[in-house]
C-alpha cells in the first residue's frame, strides 16, 4: 500500500469508524456505565487488530487506539504511543500530537526524563506546525507536572 493509498483508506474507511467508535466509548463514560465502556474500548481494539491485519495501518488508528488505552493504564499505552510515532516517521506525517500525549503517558508512568523530552520536542514541532492548540496542551501537561 502506497502512503497516499494508505492515507486515503484512513480517511474514507477508518476515520469515520474512530470517530464513531470513539463517540460510543465516551457516551458510555458519560453515563457511567463501566461494562458498556469497556465493551465500546474492546470495539475499537478489535478494529485496530482488524485494519493492522489487513495492512491498514496508520498512525492516527494506533494514536486513537493509545489514547484510550492511556485513559485505563497509561504505561500499557506507551507501546502503541511508540508504533504511532515510528508509523509517523514512516509516513513523513506529523508526530506532535502523538509526542505530546506520549509525555503525558509517561509522566503518569513515572518516566519524567523520557516525558520532557518528548514533551519538548512535540511542543517544537506544534510550533513550527503553528498548532496552538497543541502548544498550549503542552504547555498545561509541563505545568501541571511540574507542580
Known sequence: MTTEE????????????IDRLARLICE???????????????????????????????????????????????????????????????????????LIAMAQALFEAGQKEQAEACLRDGRAEALRREDDEYVQRADEILRDTSA
Open 6 to 17: 494508505r492515507h486515503r483508506h484512513h480517511f474514507e474507511v477508518v476515520h469515520p469508524q
Open 28 to 98: 458510555a463514560s458519560g453515563i457511567d456505565d463501566r461494562v458498556l465502556e469497556e465493551s465500546r474500548y474492546q470495539d475499537l481494539h478489535a478494529f485496530y487488530e482488524e485494519q493492522v491485519r489487513l495492512g491498514c495501518w496508520h498512525p492516527a488508528l494506533t494514536e486513537a487506539l493509545a489514547d484510550f488505552t492511556a485513559s485505563r493504564d497509561a504505561a500499557a499505552a506507551l507501546p502503541y504511543y511508540r508504533l504511532a510515532l515510528d508509523q509517523a516517521r514512516e509516513l513523513d506525517s506529523h508526530s506532535h500530537t502523538i
